[in-house]
């Protein structure tokens, strides 16, 4: 895995790099905003690391602005910023993960590499392994979804439950049980907030051939559209 580190402390970027390369994973180093996006361009990462507190231009308008430029490669930010406001704020500018410091290395790698395999192009699988939905088909051994064969952009939030519905389709799906996939052991965030999840979904699905319903006090239901 190639990754491109846009951090601006030293020691941090050393530590990572030196743990991160006994993990083969090749990083690079980058540590001003204003050169992030073209060493970006430049190195085509196959996950990027953003800190938000960068010299010359912040992690978000750097994030904004390789989105605007159509670079879609998996981001994982990594800040001391760790409040739920500023998670909302990162992953609502085109993150695609969020991990507050201090962190543990294992959670780190664990992510980078689950970004990393929701983003390879599609392979082929056996037929066993695939779960076809109207024109929307989840990969059991990767873990992706495809949409007509291309890969969905999905949050990890979004993936979560996008699996959690696939598995029953046609069959409604508490609220609670989905908050409790989506937001395992995170005690800061409401119940409501899994309807902010499904409509980012909604938005993502809404191309699609399948329909993601809200049954009142039974949850949500996908199915494919007749």
Not at 36 to 41: C, D, E, I, V
Request: negative net charge.
């Amino acid at each position: 895995m190639k990754l491109l580190l846009i951090e601006d402390d030293r020691s941090m970027q050393s530590a990572l790099q030196r743990a991160l390369s006994r993990r083969q994973i090749e990083v690079s180093l980058c540590e001003d905003g204003l050169q992030a996006l073209s060493l970006w361009q430049e190195r085509q990462p196959d996950v990027v690391v953003l800190d938000l507190s960068l010299p010359g231009l912040d992690g978000l308008h750097v994030l904004d602005r390789a989105r605007r430029a159509g670079l879609r490669t998996p981001v994982l930010i990594l800040t001391a910023r760790g409040t739920v406001g500023d998670r909302v704020i990162g992953l609502n500018s085109g993150a695609d993960d969020y991990l507050a410091k201090p962190f543990d290395l294992d959670e780190l790698e664990a992510r980078l590499r689950a970004l990393h395999r929701r983003h390879q192009p599609a392979l082929t699988a056996p037929a066993e392994a695939r779960q076809p939905l109207g024109d929307l088909e989840y990969d059991k051994d990767n873990g992706a979804f495809y949409l007509r064969g291309e890969v969905l952009d999905l949050s990890p939030r979004e993936l979560t439950l996008l699996q959690a519905l696939i598995s029953r389709p046609g069959h409604a799906v508490s609220k609670e049980r989905l908050f409790a996939l989506v937001f395992p052991d995170d005690d800061t965030v409401q119940l409501e907030a899994i309807e902010v999840v499904v409509y980012r979904l909604r938005k993502k699905l809404s191309q699609a051939q399948v329909s993601l319903m809200t049954l009142r006090g039974l949850g949500y239901l996908l199915k494919a559209e007749s």
